[in-house]
């Protein structure tokens, strides 16, 4: 977190808890007025810290009852199979996180579904678009713990 500061830290973690405080609010929280807590705001847009402002939304309350952590090993490491993966992961809007991996996988899927037979769904479609080596389907029971929040260190050192 170079270049940033306590109070920009302090905005940051206010903007993860809720990004719909209006800039007043925030400002009052960190000890600034509101225009120069607007500056920052926009500064850490503009630098990439704070890459968006979204809602969050309950996928089981959206009919997604089915979230799959899916492995997948690769059956070589070119530019072209590369770029070939990702095309077929980014075409899929029920895969909503792809990780490079090191270790035993290359690339670590998290993927939200209606059910199964979508999940089979979106497995066909993905190993009838790229060659895959090995596919691991890890399914979720529970949800114990979820945040978008990263823990940034508030306090003043």
């Given at each position: 977190?170079?270049?940033?500061?306590?109070?920009?830290?302090?905005?940051?973690?206010?903007?993860?808890?809720?990004?719909?405080?209006?800039?007043?609010?925030i400002?009052?929280?960190?000890?600034?007025?509101?225009?120069?807590?607007?500056?920052?705001?926009?500064?850490?847009?503009?630098?990439?810290?704070?890459?968006?402002?979204?809602a969050?939304?309950?996928?089981?309350?959206?009919?997604?009852?089915?979230?799959?952590?899916?492995?997948?090993?690769?059956?070589?490491h070119?530019?072209?199979?590369?770029?070939?993966?990702?095309?077929?992961?980014?075409?899929?809007?029920?895969?909503?996180?792809?990780?490079?991996?090191?270790?035993?996988?290359?690339?670590?899927?998290?993927?939200?579904?209606?059910?199964?037979?979508?999940?089979?769904?979106?497995?066909?479609?993905?190993?009838?678009?790229?060659?895959?080596?090995?596919?691991?389907?890890?399914?979720?029971?529970?949800?114990?713990?979820?945040?978008?929040?990263?823990?940034?260190?508030?306090?003043?050192?």
């Open positions: 977190m170079s270049g940033m500061d306590l109070i920009d830290r302090k905005i940051v973690a206010e903007l993860m808890r809720d990004a719909t405080l209006p800039v007043a609010q400002a009052d929280k960190v000890g600034l007025s509101q225009t120069p807590c607007w500056k920052r705001i926009q500064k850490l847009e503009a630098s990439g810290i704070l890459t968006g402002r979204v969050l939304a309950d996928p089981a309350r959206l009919g997604f009852g089915l979230t799959v952590f899916v492995g997948i090993e690769a059956p070589d070119t530019a072209d199979w590369r770029e070939a993966f990702a095309k077929a992961v980014t075409a899929q809007p029920a895969i909503m996180e792809v990780y490079r991996m090191a270790g035993d996988m290359d690339y670590l899927l998290h993927v939200a579904v209606l059910d199964m037979a979508a999940f089979d769904a979106l497995y066909k479609a993905l190993t009838d678009a790229v060659p895959i080596k090995n596919v691991t389907s890890h399914f979720a029971m529970e949800r114990m713990k979820f945040t978008t929040a990263y823990p940034v260190d508030t306090r003043n050192r």
